[in-house]
């Protein structure tokens, strides 16, 4: 009897094959369109509209914090029904609110756009994608989260540029309004006739007492865990956008700056290629203490080193295939400790406070640089917080993982 969570006799070769071709595209226009665009375009936003930088990217910011809430029920609808109509339905939504965005006629109108991408995000981003590969993958499962995430790493490298050239001949409203029209194109027919594979039930747990499941968001692990994700969360994030600030005030020319922060995005990319070995090398608790340590290690590196610009970009880019290393990590968190039965539910709920970290780490980067002495002082502040969520992790693996069986 073959197992209906990894076999290819139920889901079948190309059925599977089709959702992991399909999403790597679905997720660079997604991402490009929906997130990248926005620091693009902002300024000339800001410029056209007279709106302050300050509103805009409170708008942005409330999207990101409406996609963190909302991933907690559209996680709970993936587990029972799988990926298809969920990432239909937020691809539509997602293109309807680019054209808002594009048509606002006033800052009211533009703020519940994004509020409205917001639930677009919850649908269509990682979280989906992740609970879609990790359901059909079964044990094979890393394989195909990394081929969806090293497309995804790819967003800003081809939208932003994208974005910029249009925005140099057209308005930001008519560059929305043609980024709408290529989101629908791509990621509508994609999910709606790519993700049709069957959707298997829930494996089997290895123990009675792992089908509890609702009691795992309630466990010292998972809040330890949680809590150690929201922490490295916002590091990393205030991290990234404070990097420039914090080179140009170190006497880097802005272009220097961003080339900077653009290799630090392809390290993104390199390291997901290295994560597959990482863990088939290292347990689960080993690898998350690992990565979260590293990451604060390169942040204290930015604090303290100045030059030369060669070691700046070296930083950079370890700095990155540490990032491109955690997106798996997270993507992995809960199926290495409670498996896939609830995958979507539990990732949800995992995923909830550090993405709204994510959103207000900008906000309180800025707000603390000054009074800790600039951004150095900054970056020092944000190494002892990584610091701080790796001593989370160190508890926030169940003693007896609550596995699912691979075996008939």
């Given at each position: 009897?073959?197992?209906p969570?990894?076999?290819?006799?139920?889901?079948?070769?190309?059925?599977?094959s089709?959702?992991?071709?399909?999403?790597?595209?679905?997720?660079?226009?997604?991402?490009?369109?929906?997130y990248y665009?926005?620091?693009?375009?902002?300024?000339?936003?800001?410029?056209?509209?007279?709106?302050?930088?300050?509103?805009?990217?409170?708008?942005?910011?409330?999207?990101?914090?409406?996609?963190?809430?909302?991933?907690?029920?559209?996680?709970?609808?993936?587990?029972?029904?799988?990926?298809?109509?969920?990432?239909?339905?937020?691809?539509?939504?997602?293109?309807?609110?680019?054209?808002a965005?594009?048509?606002?006629?006033?800052?009211?109108?533009?703020?519940?756009?994004?509020?409205?991408?917001?639930?677009?995000?919850?649908?269509?981003?990682?979280?989906?994608?992740?609970a879609?590969?990790?359901?059909?993958?079964?044990?094979?499962?890393?394989?195909?989260?990394?081929?969806?995430?090293?497309?995804?790493?790819?967003?800003?490298?081809?939208?932003?540029?994208?974005?910029?050239?249009?925005?140099?001949?057209?308005?930001?409203?008519?560059?929305?309004?043609?980024?709408?029209?290529?989101?629908?194109?791509?990621?509508?027919?994609?999910?709606?006739?790519?993700?049709?594979?069957?959707w298997?039930?829930?494996?089997?747990?290895?123990?009675?007492?792992?089908?509890?499941?609702?009691?795992?968001?309630?466990?010292?692990?998972?809040?330890?865990?949680?809590?150690?994700?929201?922490?490295?969360?916002?590091?990393?994030?205030?991290?990234?956008?404070?990097?420039?600030?914090?080179?140009?005030?170190?006497?880097?020319?802005?272009?220097?700056?961003?080339?900077?922060?653009?290799?630090?995005?392809?390290?993104?990319?390199?390291?997901?290629?290295?994560?597959?070995?990482?863990?088939?090398?290292?347990?689960?608790?080993?690898?998350?203490?690992?990565?979260?340590?590293?990451?604060?290690?390169?942040?204290?590196?930015f604090?303290?080193?100045?030059?030369?610009?060669?070691?700046?970009?070296?930083?950079?880019?370890?700095?990155?295939?540490?990032?491109?290393?955690?997106?798996?990590?997270?993507?992995?968190?809960v199926?290495?400790?409670?498996?896939?039965?609830?995958?979507?539910?539990?990732?949800?709920?995992?995923?909830?406070?550090?993405?709204?970290?994510s959103?207000?780490?900008?906000?309180?980067?800025?707000?603390?640089?000054?009074?800790?002495?600039?951004?150095?002082?900054?970056?020092?502040?944000?190494?002892?917080?990584?610091?701080?969520?790796?001593?989370?992790?160190?508890?926030?693996?169940?003693?007896?993982?609550?596995?699912?069986?691979?075996?008939?």
């Open positions: 009897m073959t197992n969570h990894t076999s290819e006799a139920v889901t079948g070769a190309g059925d599977r089709r959702p992991r071709a399909a999403l790597p595209a679905t997720q660079i226009t997604s991402w490009g369109i929906v665009a926005f620091p693009v375009l902002n300024p000339q936003i800001t410029s056209a509209t007279g709106w302050s930088a300050t509103a805009t990217t409170a708008a942005f910011s409330g999207a990101l914090l409406v996609s963190a809430l909302a991933g907690i029920p559209v996680g709970r609808i993936l587990d029972r029904r799988g990926p298809r109509a969920v990432m239909t339905t937020g691809s539509v939504l997602g293109v309807a609110a680019v054209l965005i594009a048509w606002a006629p006033n800052l009211a109108a533009f703020t519940a756009a994004w509020l409205l991408a917001g639930v677009a995000m919850a649908a269509t981003f990682y979280q989906p994608a992740f879609a590969l990790t359901r059909w993958w079964g044990t094979d499962r890393v394989r195909a989260l990394t081929v969806v995430t090293l497309a995804g790493g790819l967003a800003s490298t081809v939208f932003a540029p994208l974005t910029a050239a249009l925005a140099e001949h057209l308005s930001w409203r008519t560059t929305y309004a043609i980024l709408a029209v290529l989101l629908a194109l791509v990621t509508i027919p994609a999910h709606a006739f790519a993700l049709r594979a069957p298997p039930p829930a494996p089997t747990p290895l123990a009675r007492r792992a089908t509890d499941h609702g009691s795992v968001p309630r466990s010292r692990p998972f809040l330890m865990l949680a809590t150690a994700l929201t922490l490295n969360s916002f590091a990393m994030y205030a991290v990234v956008i404070a990097l420039v600030p914090l080179l140009i005030a170190r006497g880097a020319s802005p272009t220097a700056a961003a080339w900077v922060l653009g290799l630090g995005g392809a390290g993104q990319t390199l390291g997901r290629t290295l994560y597959a070995t990482l863990a088939n090398r290292t347990g689960v608790t080993t690898r998350t203490i690992a990565l979260i340590t590293l990451g604060g290690t390169t942040t204290a590196a604090a303290m080193v100045s030059g030369p610009f060669p070691l700046l970009v070296g930083i950079a880019v370890a700095a990155g295939m540490v990032r491109g290393n955690l997106t798996l990590l997270q993507a992995t968190a199926t290495d400790r409670w498996g896939t039965a609830h995958y979507g539910r539990l990732s949800g709920l995992l995923a909830a406070p550090a993405t709204i970290a959103a207000l780490a900008p906000f309180a980067g800025a707000a603390l640089a000054g009074p800790l002495g600039g951004y150095p002082g900054l970056f020092s502040a944000l190494a002892l917080a990584s610091i701080a969520a790796a001593l989370f992790a160190m508890g926030g693996t169940p003693s007896r993982p609550q596995l699912h069986s691979d075996n008939p």
